[in-house]
């Protein structure tokens, strides 16, 4: 079956510090990868996704490169800001085993401190 | 960008009562839409996918007697927590998928709290 493993947190950083969170992922088939992040309280927003090996998703500083031979999707940003402090997910879908159904991590707690 | 919206955002509700959380896409078109739960500090937890028009599908585990999902039109589908008890209390998400699209929109959770 599909699984997705992510670095444990929580993670601390200060602002401007560089952060990497780690996910590497089992699937069957060729998925798409996914990062979603979640404030407080709140429900999940698409930070960014890849569909294909070796495609980079972008967003708001944050990167992530989907590596088909490591099975990886870390997330990376050079610069972070208090206002990035969240829990981040990574996710899988993969249309040919499972449909539409996203696979998420267990997601990582960051907090950046002025 | 595609908004989703759910209502209530928080509900209290008294043990035995019967508790609806609606989800809406509210720009598009929503084929399918997906409910989850979430507890303190963890992933989320995929409930049941439902399709506009038909039965929803319920994940090993998930009374479908207890949680009602219906989707009965492209903007709209409902969880109807049945016969709550406190341990029903969790952080309830919904997610839309427009036909063709990868990419799930959440809304922005509903808070059950059952006393």
């Known amino acids: 079956g599909n699984s997705v493993t992510q670095m444990e947190g929580p993670v601390t950083l200060s602002e401007e510090a560089f952060l990497t969170i780690n996910c590497t992922y089992t699937?069957?088939?060729?998925?798409?990868l996914f990062w979603y992040v979640q404030y407080p309280g709140e429900g999940l927003q698409l930070l960014l996704k890849?569909?294909?090996?070796?495609d980079k998703g972008s967003n708001k500083g944050f990167e992530a490169t989907y590596r088909k031979e490591t099975t990886s999707f870390h997330l990376e940003k050079g610069s972070v800001q208090v206002s990035d402090s969240a829990v981040y997910f990574c996710?899988?879908?993969?249309?040919?085993?499972?449909?539409?159904?996203?696979?998420f991590g267990e997601g990582t707690q960051l907090t950046v401190n002025p | 960008g595609a908004v989703v919206s759910q209502h209530p955002s928080r509900v209290i509700c008294k043990s035995g009562t019967s508790v609806k959380i609606e989800c809406r896409s509210l720009?598009?078109?929503?084929?399918?839409m997906f409910w989850y739960r979430q507890f303190p500090k963890k992933s989320l937890m995929l409930m049941a996918t439902?399709?506009?028009?038909?039965?929803?599908?319920?994940e090993q585990g998930v009374e479908k007697d207890k949680f009602l999902i219906n989707h009965a039109s492209l903007t709209l589908s409902t969880l109807t927590v049945t016969s709550a008890h406190p341990e029903d209390s969790s952080f309830y998400i919904c997610?839309?998928?427009?036909?063709?699209?990868?990419?799930?929109?959440f809304g922005p959770g509903t808070r059950l709290t059952v006393t």
């Open positions: 997610s839309a998928l427009s036909e063709g699209s990868i990419e799930q929109y």
């Open positions: 699937a069957t088939g060729y998925p798409s």
């Open positions: 890849a569909t294909k090996a070796d």
């Open positions: 996710a899988l879908s993969d249309l040919r085993t499972s449909g539409s159904r996203l696979t």
């Open positions: 720009d598009f078109q929503a084929t399918t």
């Open positions: 439902s399709n506009e028009g038909s039965k929803a599908t319920y």
